[in-house]
Structure formats: structure tokens, C-alpha cells
């Protein structure tokens, strides 16, 4: 049975940019429903790097993934959005017009939301990790090979093996190594994409002896039973190694995939959807796009960067939600109002 909802703006991704959305939003007295995929709220800071430290959310010197989420799960409260998670937007259809918008918003879960507007911050659409060319893998997956770390407790102690050269598989080696028995970092080439500091820093740790380093690829894998006993690799020198290991993590970047939303009529541009940086509007009027999700000249894939441009949208979104009101802008610390909104005494 068809369940229909109505509200005033639906929510695509439950990431950290679309919650705080909803702070935005509901700011201004908007109210929103917020749908996602996963069985949580956190996008890829849940799914990918719930532990992992994140350093350039303004305000904390240090935040975790998880840490990041809880927080604005507690800051949007106050504003009673409602969640959907676990389905997936399989269906959009305008049917208003460009002057007053209004969508029907349908999910897979037989879910018709009625809406003024829909933001979407669904991240690069659904992801999943590139996984490398190696014969059997699957039959390891989730049980001693790993393409996220969602409780490092869990990897104390263990033989473990990181593969890439990027920002993750040099982030986690930096975070695993104090936990692990022994941390190899394997890359093909001796050569990195990381971040200068993260290099170094592994480079002194290889360096005191504290954790190795192996030029060459992995070719084949050894265990039983889904544990993990040994990876077989073919060096640079084109010599063979066989590294004893418990757990072995490949971080080769994610295959992005923009399912429903390739379908929605809106213009794309190499999956991603451009918008006017004035409001972070689609060519879709009443269709927003914040978060990895957008394109525009200039634009830079960070979090915080995704908070302004909810911030921006949510201006916009309020002339179609409400027409007739005139919006003024108020900072939060000189409103008595959004104070009480808040919870502010």
C-alpha cells in the first residue's frame, strides 16, 4: 500500500551535508523528510571512516567520522526531521511549474512524498570500492580483507597489510600502525598520492623500524576459510615475497554510480550535476544539489564546503515554500526566536 507524506522539502543522503541541511532549513521554519540508502545516518563518514580523524571541520581541532555525524544528529533535533533509511529515490516528477515548484518524490519502499523543493546531497550517488584483480578475493571479504575500518579496536594486534597509495591507505596506515603487530604498506610504486605530511611521516615510521614498506603489487592470496594467512607479491624487482598476514586492506578510490538520479531530467556533467552558486540550484527549478554531488567552477570536495552551500540553498528553498513571506536574514546569536527554536535559555 502506497503511503503518501507531505512535507516541505525531501532530502536525498544523510551525509553530514545533507543534515546540516536540515539545520538550515529548519532555521527557517522548513520542514524536511530525509531519505538514504544506508541503514544509517553519516553517508561515507559512517560507512567508509567511522574512526578516522577529520581535521578541517571548522571549530574542532580533531573530529571522527562518527563523531562528526553524532554531533549533528544532536545540533538538528530540535527541528523533528524525520528519516527514511534503507530506501532509495527510484522516482521524481515535477508537478508544479518553474514559478512554484512542487515534486512527487517516490522510493522503492512504496513512499510518495509531496514536496515544494528536494535537495539532493547524495555524495557522488551510491558507492562501492574498487577492488583489486586478485583471484578468490571474495571469498576473504568481510572477514579478514576489508575496504573500510569501521572499529579499529578490532584490528589490534594483528598482521596487516595495506595496499594503495592515496590519502586512505596512507591515513590508515598512520592510525593502524600504533594498534597492529605488524603494519605493511604495499604500492606498486614508490611514489604517492597522499597528502606530503602523510608520506613523511610513514617514511619515518619505515625508517625506525616500526613498520614496512614493499614496492610491488599482490598477486594471490592464501588462507582458509575466509582468514587471511599469507599474500603472495611480485616485488618491483620482479622477485616473488610471501608476506605472513591476518588482515589486508586495499584502498584502490571508489566506483561511483548516480543510479535514479541520471533519470531525473536534470543536466549532468560526467555524473555530476551542475549548479548556479548563487543558490546551488539544478536546471530544474525547486531541485538543489549540494555536497560531492555538484559541479561548479572553483569547486572543492570538502565537507565544510557542502555545509555552505546548504546554507545557501536553504535562502532560496524558502521563497518557494513560502511565497509570500519575505525573508530576513538573523544571526542565530542575536534572535530571541531561532534562540528558542534551539532550545537556548
Known sequence: MTETIKTDVVIVGAGPVGLFAVFELGLLDIKAQVIDILDRPGGQCAELYP?????????????????????LMEQIAPFGAQFHYGEMV??????????????????????????????????GGSFQPKKPPIAGIDDFEGKSVFYSVRQMETMRGKRIVIVGGGDSALDWTLNLQPLAERLTLVHRRDDFRAAPHSVNAMRELVEAGKMDLLIGQVMELEGDNGQLSAAKLRLADKSEHELAC???????GLTMKLGPIADWGLNLDENLLPVDTEKFETNVPGIFAIGDINTYPGKLKLILSGFHEGALAAQKVHGYVYPDKKLTFQYTTSSSNLQKKLGVK
Open 246 to 252: 591476518d588482515v589486508m586492506m586495499p584502498f584502490f
Open 90 to 123: 527510484d522516482a521524481l516528477k515535477a508537478t508544479g511549474t518553474a514559478e512554484a515548484p512542487s515534486f512527487e518524490v517516490r522510493t522503492d519502499n512504496d513512499k510518495v512524498f509531496e514536496c515544494k523543493a528536494v535537495l539532493i546531497a547524495a555524495g
Open 51 to 71: 574512526e578516522k580523524p577529520i581535521y578541517d571541520i571548522p571549530g574542532f581541532p580533531v573530529v571522527t567520522g562518527q563523531g562528526l555525524v553524532d554531533n
